[in-house]
């Protein structure tokens, strides 16, 4: 099992979750939903494309991609073909009014699914996407898990990158991370040796390794 | 009695705000009681050559939490006050305050902008910066830290902004900054033309940015100076108006190429203006916060410490910051290493005698003290000759008997 449950509610919305957002309009705060898309992604989402480097007409494959709001985003820039894909329930269960691209209901983890996605793309055969690309889906993993999903994407893309929130240690005990008890923090470093050769890539910063 | 001028119950934690002349002739500033560190207290003296002394009845900080930061802007005989107090990671605050000069009183006090608020960074630093720009129809603008957002998990510290209209009633936490995943801080604001305001705020590690204001409410498009900047000061801007061009120059310490500057950011005002960094002066290995700039008839002037004696020194420009001149050390002191706080802000110049003047109060190895730098005498008026002359002939001639 993950160490947050992605299903549930309360990850996404209230006063446990992962996400709260002030709408434009200064109310809120409010949890993981359209009217603060921007807030969330800030410009993170082009930052990982420039990182990563990812051309026109390269097929690009999102697992954990809550709503869809970098594909949207790297739709309009021409990017593509691209499939977004989020087996949470309550992201399949709260699409309408917060997702304007489709949100496949897959997480790779078995051959059929995988089938799916590539499908998805029109690829046929065996033949892989261009980039897996996973957004903040690590941290909620064990370790072990992390691995074991890192390996599966490799099944998907020819190059499989892992876009992750990377805490910072409290500025009154370096022992700890300031972040979320809940997840799993490691630094950068730490998440490329847990699954080389994929790239790890940092939100905010876009730091490569 | 002559300079400086030792100040007694006034907190050296929290910079002091101004000081400010009024109609009257007084001087005046704003700090935070130097024990309990809750209240607000008002100085005021006659002649600050001689002492200072609290006036008005000091507004205690509601909730009785710690005074974090002062900012202040001065209408006429009016000082507005925003202060923000914390009591820990989720009681953050920020209020409003007004104190008027021509009456020592305090007007209004403890108007809450917004209470209750979690400002955390990314690491779990509380965030309590503020500043204060008042619009020429009486409305209010303050740039502050917000309350944090959470982004999977982790929290970042925001810029936003509130608005308080003429009548009073604020709207507030209108965000700023760009978000993400990054953290904002607050480093101050400055009033441009046509009650434009200039937000200057910078992200983690990151540059000085700028976002304009308009007077109808409108965010403009953020502008990155491209030059880093110290998330530990606050900057003072200055707007002078030459020839209906709006000159707006802030000060902060950054890195513009050697890696510890005084910086001059100047800019024509404009909604996406163009912002050139130049350095003032390099610190060579030796820290030079605090920074502030001051404004005199279109002659700058930046004061900044020097790591290598901890005096306060200051350059010149008369082209709005294009080019400095020589520093000059403008009083011996002993002021803290990297300490924002040990220098009064929002202050600017103004005349005292036959003197123009930079007052300021600064903490001075632990004691607080009220200083000033002349920066120009009032000029001696001469009279042109055919005035003379028409004086002369109008001059009644009383003889005289031996």
Request: net charge neutral; glycine share 10%; with cysteine.
């Amino acid at each position: 099992m993950p160490l947050v449950d992605s299903n549930d509610p309360a990850l996404w919305v209230g006063p446990t979750a992962l996400y709260q957002q002030y709408r434009a309009d200064g109310t809120g705060p409010v949890g993981y939903e359209r009217s603060v898309k921007d807030h969330i992604l800030g410009n993170d989402h082009l930052m990982l494309k420039q990182a990563l480097g990812i051309q026109p007409g390269q097929s690009i494959v999102l697992l954990g991609a809550g709503f869809g709001w970098v594909a949207e985003g790297w739709a309009a820039l021409g990017l593509g073909p691209i499939a977004a894909a989020d087996n949470s329930t309550f992201i399949q269960g709260n699409k309408t009014g917060n997702a304007v691209v489709p949100i496949l209901n897959e997480d790779g983890s078995t051959n059929a699914s995988r089938g799916r996605i590539r499908q998805a793309l029109g690829l046929t055969g065996g033949n892989l996407a261009t980039w897996c690309i996973s957004e903040d889906v690590l941290p909620i993993m064990s370790d072990a898990e992390a691995r074991t999903f890192a390996s599966r994407m490799r099944l998907i893309g020819t190059n499989v990158a892992h876009w992750i929130s990377v805490g910072a240690r409290r500025f009154d005990n370096p022992n700890v991370w300031a972040g979320d008890a809940r997840l799993n923090w490691k630094t950068l470093a730490d998440w490329k040796a847990l699954v080389t050769p994929d790239r790890v890539v940092k939100r905010g910063t876009a730091t490569v390794l | 009695m002559a300079l400086p001028t030792t100040i007694t119950g006034i907190g050296t934690d929290v910079s002091c705000a101004g000081p400010f002349k009024s109609s009257g002739g007084n001087i005046y500033f704003v700090g935070k009681e130097s024990s309990g560190l809750r209240r607000l207290i008002a100085m005021k003296a006659t002649d600050p050559t001689s002492s200072f002394s609290a006036v008005g009845s000091d507004p205690n900080y509601t909730g009785n939490i710690p005074v974090k930061h002062i900012a202040a802007f001065q209408v006429s005989d009016v000082i507005h006050i925003v202060a923000s107090a914390s009591g820990g990671t989720t009681t953050n605050e920020y209020r409003y305050f007004t104190f008027d000069m021509s009456s020592d009183s305090w007007v209004i006090t403890n108007e809450a902008i917004q209470t209750g608020l979690s400002t955390a960074d990314l690491a779990g630093t509380v965030q309590n910066e503020c500043s204060i720009v008042v619009r020429s129809d009486s409305t209010v603008v303050v740039l502050y830290n917000g309350a944090r957002v959470a982004n999977m998990g982790n929290s970042y510290a925001r810029v936003v902004y509130a608005r308080r209209a003429s009548g009073g009633g604020w709207t507030t936490n209108v965000a700023v900054d760009a978000l993400g995943t990054i953290d904002g801080y607050v480093l101050g604001s400055v009033l441009g033309a046509s009650d434009r305001t200039q937000f200057a705020y910078l992200y983690t590690s990151q540059n000085l940015h700028t976002r304009a204001l308009s007077s109808t409410n409108v965010l403009q498009t953020a502008v990155n100076s491209s030059v880093l900047v110290a998330t530990t000061t606050q900057v003072q801007g200055v707007s002078f108006n030459n020839a209906g061009t709006q000159k707006i120059c802030i000060s902060a310490a950054g890195n513009n190429g050697s890696g510890s500057d005084t910086i001059a950011f100047r800019f024509d005002d404009a909604n996406v203006p163009t912002i050139t960094a130049v350095t003032v002066e390099t610190a060579s290995a030796s820290d030079n916060i605090p920074v502030r700039i001051f404004n005199d008839s279109a002659t700058f002037y930046t004061v900044f410490r020097k790591g290598s004696d901890s005096d306060l020194y200051l350059e010149s420009s008369t082209d709005f910051g294009a080019t400095w001149g020589s520093q000059v050390d403008i009083a011996s002191l002993s002021v803290g290493s990297v300490d924002d706080n040990a220098l009064s802000c929002n202050g600017n110049i103004f005349q005292r005698g036959s003197d123009f003047v930079i007052a300021y109060v600064v903490n001075d190895g632990g004691t607080l003290k009220y200083n000033e730098y002349v920066v120009r005498s009032v000029a001696f008026s001469w009279y042109p000759m055919h005035e003379i002359i028409t004086i002369v002939k109008r001059a009644k001639v009383i003889p005289v008997r031996y």
